[in-house]
């Protein structure tokens, strides 16, 4: 079922695709493999995260996250890798990290559907 995103989100979401640097699913599952030093952070609501995530994954929702990040997250050259659904908010947020200066922010271009396209798993 593709989701139908208002063009207002989509404006923003293009705004911020203009700044952030994305990374493919293969990247962060060779990232991952090589246990770089780094956060990836799924910022879809709770009961997404509930369905299931990304290896070594940590949740801050998409709703908290500018406000908590700072306490998870103190260096601003720590290597973070945020993503959701489809890529979309997961923009939205490095754009957000960005402006507070974290300087090493990647969104998951395809979101966790390209982590599924690609065939990799997830945790529960």
């Known amino acids: 079922m593709k ?10 979401v293009t705004d911020s695709k203009k700044r952030v640097k994305e990374i493919t699913p293969k990247i962060l599952k060779e990232k991952i493999h ?27 929702s998409k709703g908290i996250i500018e406000r908590d990040i700072e306490k998870k997250i103190s260096d601003l050259n720590t290597q973070i890798i945020v993503y ?26 395809t979101g966790l559907q390209g982590w599924l396209d690609e065939g990799y798993l997830l945790e529960k």
């Open 34 to 60: 090589r246990q770089e030093p780094m956060y990836v952070i799924d910022v879809r609501e709770v009961h997404e995260w509930e369905s299931g995530f990304i290896p070594t994954a940590i949740h801050l």
């Open 3 to 12: 989701k139908q995103h208002s063009q207002g989100f989509l404006a923003l």
């Open 84 to 109: 959701c659904s489809g890529g979309f908010r997961s923009a939205l947020v490095a754009d957000n990290l960005q402006k507070m200066g974290y300087l090493a922010v990647y969104s998951l271009e």
